[in-house]
């Protein structure tokens, strides 16, 4: 337990106005601490423009002036105190006296815990007590290369995943007993990560935790810091790594948040062209101020280092980097140079993604970025921001508009399916069929596809399996594996009854397939950001609304074909064309009763035989079912050459063995003869 009296220092005042303090939040908040040999808590804020600031809760009965701050000389704006007796779990708030004796409440920006909502005191705690033992999961993590490991995350809410039904103020279960639950499903679906919506402290449930007042505590809808702790430990310990959303382009203008924390905007600049985002109503981080970099880089690598996450899922990058986003003429200004860039933001996220990187280079840093900002995830020395990944919206979008058209009309588009591919080298992609596309009248994704109920799971199940083929990290919202019907909504919990019906049981069934295909196979992963993993046999049969294509490692040795029909023809006799002559082998068929389809009559492997079929010598032929998905393993050409000859060795043995043992046995004959002979004589 630190001592009041050197708990934060001139050098640390000084670092965190040079923006530079990457731990400044074990100086800033509340902290046990001693002084004089009794316990206590430490306080610390961060207030320039307050004439007096004083510490209230429920350990001074909240009374005004029971324990005044004192100012730091050394610093700019940074008010300190030691209160004796504190315990854990005290409701705390800062009371801001300005110049002008105006009295302001807020909570501790730097607050490791809050009270429960509609609550908005904060709560001392100790994060130093939880015992983790995930280390063989980091010391794992540290040894792979990111890029090269497969991905396939399940975006969570955790208070809308599933309802307690005994639990008031909303049914939410606590992260402990979220985490037993979760981890079930997520290892029996073969998942790899978990990403967690809205863990941040919000006051609004509708808000789904993307207007936060408290960047550093684990809301306490669900329990305590420490459970939150549990839940990451428990799913590293299991294989499964976690990645938060985190939210540095905008926060809640809520009065105890950090709007106009001390009387003025500290956080945020106080030109609304420059501090308002009009269209959600929020306030925009003033990135151009050390002192806000530094609360907002420390943060990330608060969840990092006190929390073990293995990334952050970095939320509306697009509307930090244009000024002009979301606002009319007249609602924004220019950069420097007269253009719409945000020329801090850039410099945020180059200082950002350096940090965290460089000092956890195995942790992933993701944006969400849905323009065609250059080079998000190339290096800083080429011009790039820095980000581990970028979230593929365009592909999202392309995506779910050619999967809702009535197949007669794709032919038309079918472009909207191939033009990805064209653009994949450019960045590092994740591949996202996230919350936002199950909202907002939107509907669900097994209700965007067309047709009757048969032929949504049939082209959900299709769609699945070009999302899993294609090139890129895979993401899937919660419910939408198993055909969630009803759009998503904080709420309520997902409609898991359905799993007692054949279609949604099938579908949960096929993606589970798909999962554990996409990591047994490192084909389908581990050469995801350029040509050479990935080769199209036909992207340009638009006329059958089919796309053929395999994916292949560096060696080209293993390889793994996919067919996909857009339409509920049946294609009686189909031909594709094949990289190698040899026997495919089908990995598995969308069409099979085992998962709500109709059932097809393709064998398990089929020969290749010669003639000219997709620019290719080698073709395979089979009846391809409407809405099929077919997806074969290519066979190796020189094991099919090794396996050819040492079947012709093991002819050549056998029919030497069987020469061999009819010449034995007509010596035996030749000689019982001649022995015949002998007694006879």
Not at 284 to 304: D, P
Not at 376 to 401: A, P, Q, R, S
Not at 418 to 426: G, I, L, R
Request: charged share 25%; net charge negative.
């Amino acid at each position: 337990m630190t001592d009041s009296r050197v708990f934060i220092s001139e050098a640390d005042a000084y670092l965190f106005g040079q923006g530079t303090h990457y731990d400044i939040y074990k100086k800033l908040g509340a902290h046990p601490s001693q002084e004089n040999g009794e316990k206590g808590y430490f306080f610390g804020v961060w207030a320039p423009n307050a004439a007096q600031v004083y510490v209230i809760g429920d350990f001074n009965e909240w009374k005004d002036e029971s324990n005044p701050m004192v100012r730091m000389e050394e610093s700019d704006g940074i008010w300190t105190a030691f209160i004796p007796g504190v315990q854990e779990g005290s409701l705390y708030k800062f009371l801001i006296l300005t110049p002008e004796g105006r009295k302001i409440y807020k909570a501790d920006p730097f607050a490791n815990h809050a009270e429960f909502r509609p609550g908005t005191a904060s709560r001392t705690t100790d994060l130093s007590t939880f015992r983790w033992t995930d280390q063989k999961w980091l010391e794992d993590r540290s040894r792979k290369n990111l890029y090269e490991e497969p991905m396939a995350v399940y975006e969570c809410h955790i208070g809308s995943w599933m309802k307690h039904p005994s639990h008031p103020d909303g049914g939410f279960y606590t992260y402990r007993e979220f985490g037993d639950r979760l981890l079930e499903y997520l290892k029996e679906m073969k998942y790899t990560h978990i990403e967690l919506m809205g863990i941040a402290e919000h006051p609004f449930d509708g808000s789904w935790g993307y207007q936060v007042t408290g960047y550093y505590a684990p809301t306490a809808r669900y329990g305590t810091p420490e459970d939150f702790m549990y839940l990451i430990n428990l799913m590293h310990r299991n294989g499964i790594g976690v990645i938060l959303d985190w939210v540095p382009a905008h926060f809640c203008p809520d009065e105890h948040g950090l709007a106009c924390f001390d009387g003025q905007c500290i956080f945020e600049d106080p030109d609304p062209r420059k501090g308002q985002h009009p269209d959600w109503g929020t306030r925009i981080f003033n990135l151009a101020k050390n002192e806000v970099k530094n609360f907002l880089i420390a943060n990330a690598l608060y969840w990092i280092r006190e929390f073990h996450v293995d990334g952050l899922r970095v939320d509306a990058v697009a509307s930090m980097l244009y000024l002009d986003y979301g606002k009319k003429d007249g609602e924004w200004v220019a950069n420097i140079n007269g253009g719409n860039e945000n020329l801090d933001a850039i410099e945020f996220f180059k200082h950002l993604n350096s940090v965290v990187r460089g000092t956890y280079p195995d942790v992933m840093m993701i944006a969400e970025e849905s323009t065609a900002w250059p080079r998000v995830t190339d290096t800083i020395e080429n011009g790039g921001l820095y980000f581990t990944y970028k979230w593929n919206m365009g592909w999202m979008h392309d995506f779910c508009d050619y999967m809702k058209l009535d197949p007669f009309f794709r032919k038309g588009a079918h472009h909207m399916m191939t033009f990805a591919m064209s653009y994949n080298s450019s960045e590092h992609y994740i591949l996202p069929l996230s919350h936002d596309e199950v909202v907002h009248l939107k509907c669900s994704m097994v209700e965007k596809m067309p047709g009757y109920q048969v032929d949504k799971y049939a082209n959900l199940r299709v769609g699945y399996t070009f999302l899993f083929g294609h090139s890129g990290k895979k993401l899937l919202f919660m419910g939408q594996d198993f055909g969630q019907e009803r759009e998503w909504s904080e709420e309520r919990e997902l409609d898991w009854f359905l799993l007692g019906q054949d279609l949604n049981r099938g579908l949960k069934d096929y993606v589970k397939e798909l999962l554990e295909l996409y990591r047994n196979h490192p084909v389908m992963y581990k050469i995801d950001s350029d040509w050479s993993g990935f080769e199209w046999i036909n992207a340009d049969d638009a006329q059958r609304s089919i796309y053929s294509f395999f994916r292949k490692d560096e060696t080209g040795k293993n390889r793994i074909l996919f067919i996909l029909n857009m339409t509920p023809i049946e294609y009686k006799d189909f031909r594709v064309g094949v990289p190698e002559a040899g026997t495919y082998k089908l990995l598995l068929d969308s069409a099979s009763t085992q998962f709500g389809g109709q059932g097809s009559n393709i064998s398990r492997t089929i020969r290749s035989k010669d003639g000219a079929c997709d620019w290719r010598e080698q073709s395979i032929g089979f009846d391809l079912p409407a809405y099929g998905a077919e997806v074969f393993l290519i066979p190796d050409a020189r094991e099919e050459v090794q396996a050819g000859k040492k079947k012709t060795v093991r002819k050549e043995t056998e029919v030497k063995e069987k020469e061999k043992e009819a010449s034995t046995a007509s010596g035996r004959k030749t000689a019982a003869r001649a022995d015949k002979g002998k007694k006879v004589s």
